[in-house]
């Protein structure tokens, strides 16, 4: 099955927060409103300034794609 790159998710227990799940390497799920992420694979083992690097702009990545989602919804709803 082929996955889509970041989801959305929410999670009742959680009411006011906001998730984003990166599927690829590096794995890992972005909490919006509170801004932490927590990392699903393990990130140490290769240059550690240049995993930093890419881990941030992925993280960066998953900012702007939930933006733009939440864009697109805000979208929808005014079409209604």
């Not at 290769?46 to 998953?62: G, L, Q």
């Amino acid at each position: 099955m082929k996955l889509p790159k970041f989801l959305l998710a929410d999670n009742s227990e959680f009411p006011e927060d906001l998730f984003v799940v990166h599927t690829e390497y590096p794995r890992f799920i972005l909490n919006v409103e509170e801004e932490e992420v927590e990392w699903l694979d393990d990130l140490e083992g290769d240059d550690e300034e240049t995993m930093a690097d890419e881990a941030t702009k992925v993280v960066e990545k998953a900012f702007l794609w939930c933006e733009e989602e939440l864009a697109k919804y805000d979208e929808e709803e005014d079409e209604a």
